[in-house]
């Protein structure tokens, strides 16, 4: 299975080129502006985003959730041409449980590691098969034990 990559952009290296526009952007709430075109609006500590924020990037990429040292870590919703992922985040990366819709039509329910679907889940197909599954870093483990053109379920 295909694995869920997020875009990421570490606050450290855009900071350089940043302009409060709004707000405190130190300890606060404030809206700052990078030099390519990022918008963070949201909380902030010693000037990184922390607590609730939202990232807008200019290529349409949103994300809006919790921020820990200007990472996404807590619930979080990322929304991008490719994907819209909503659930638990841990340093920038879908970490515990979420739901994943794709653009190319499917959706996966259940566990995710560091990007990866990872654990217990459910991957609704195109074609309409769910397939239900333990998942390890995208693929789904076991043998198929059920199989319908509805269903399918590996243990």
Not at 12 to 19: E, G, N, P, R
Not at 27 to 33: D, E, L, R, T
Not at 107 to 119: C, D, K, L, R
Not at 120 to 141: D, I, R, Y
């Amino acid at each position: 299975m295909k694995k869920f990559l997020l875009i990421i952009i570490l606050f450290s290296v855009t900071q350089l080129s940043a302009q409060c526009i709004s707000g405190n952007c130190n300890n606060g709430y404030g809206a700052q502006k990078y030099k390519d075109g990022t918008l963070y609006i949201g909380n902030w500590w010693n000037g990184v985003p922390s607590g609730k924020g939202t990232l807008v990037w200019d290529d349409g990429t949103i994300y809006v959730g919790d921020f820990v040292k200007g990472l996404y870590d807590g619930e979080g919703t990322l929304f991008s041409r490719e994907n819209l992922y909503i659930g638990e985040f841990d340093k920038n990366a879908p970490d515990g449980s979420g739901t994943l819709f794709m653009k190319s039509g499917e959706m996966y329910v259940g566990g995710f590691q560091e990007g990866y679907m990872t654990g217990q889940g459910f991957l609704h197909h195109q074609n309409g098969t769910l397939e239900e599954a333990l998942w390890k870093k995208g693929v789904p483990e076991g043998k198929i034990v059920q199989k319908n053109s509805q269903h399918i379920l590996r243990k």
